[in-house]
């Protein structure tokens, strides 16, 4: 029997996503990755203690989410970790205030594509190429 390597550290994803049954539609590919941590954030107030107290390879902001609470993230994620990149998932249709097209923040349409939401990730993180 050969011995297994260690599991490498499990990076932490803040999700920012209310309570709703869609989460595990759009974001269980990548929970269900060894690889991932995802600490999930109901509110912007909780959102925003996880920023000042933990550490996070990625911020995610779900469609959900409302514009105003995306922009005001945006702008905590600046004071507080102006380094740390942003994945934003908007409805199709959805207006895109301006300010969100910053450096290190993306933007990805729904619907989206099975395994788009992983493979973004993926990228942002440096795990895969573009």
Same mark, same amino acid.
């Given at each position: 029997?050969?011995?297994?390597?260690?599991?490498?550290?499990?990076?932490?994803?803040?999700?920012?996503?209310?309570?709703?049954?869609?989460?595990?539609?759009?974001?269980?590919?990548?929970?269900?990755?060894?690889?991932?941590?995802?600490?999930?954030? *109901?509110?912007?107030?909780?959102?925003?203690?996880?920023?000042?107290?933990?550490?996070?390879?990625?911020?995610?902001?779900?469609?959900?989410?409302?514009?105003?609470?995306?922009?005001?993230?945006? *702008? *905590?994620?600046?004071?507080?970790?102006?380094?740390?990149?942003?994945?934003?998932?908007?409805?199709?249709? *959805?207006?895109?205030?301006? +300010?969100?097209?910053?450096? +290190?923040?993306?933007?990805?349409?729904?619907?989206?594509?099975?395994?788009?939401?992983?493979?973004?990730?993926?990228?942002?993180? +440096?795990?895969?190429?573009?």
């Amino acid at each position: 029997m050969t011995p297994h390597a260690p599991p490498a550290k499990a990076r932490p994803l803040l999700v920012v996503a209310p309570a709703l049954p869609e989460r595990s539609e759009l974001f269980g590919a990548l929970a269900a990755r060894s690889d991932f941590r995802i600490l999930y954030a *109901a509110t912007l107030a909780e959102a925003l203690h996880v920023l000042r107290d933990r550490t996070v390879a990625l911020v995610i902001a779900a469609p959900e989410l409302p514009a105003a609470a995306v922009t005001e993230l945006l *702008a *905590a994620k600046e004071r507080l970790r102006p380094e740390l990149p942003v994945l934003i998932i908007r409805n199709r249709q *959805a207006e895109e205030p301006p +300010g969100w097209e910053r450096g +290190g923040v993306g933007v990805l349409r729904r619907p989206l594509l099975p395994e788009a939401l992983d493979r973004s990730v993926d990228v942002v993180l +440096g795990l895969r190429s573009a």
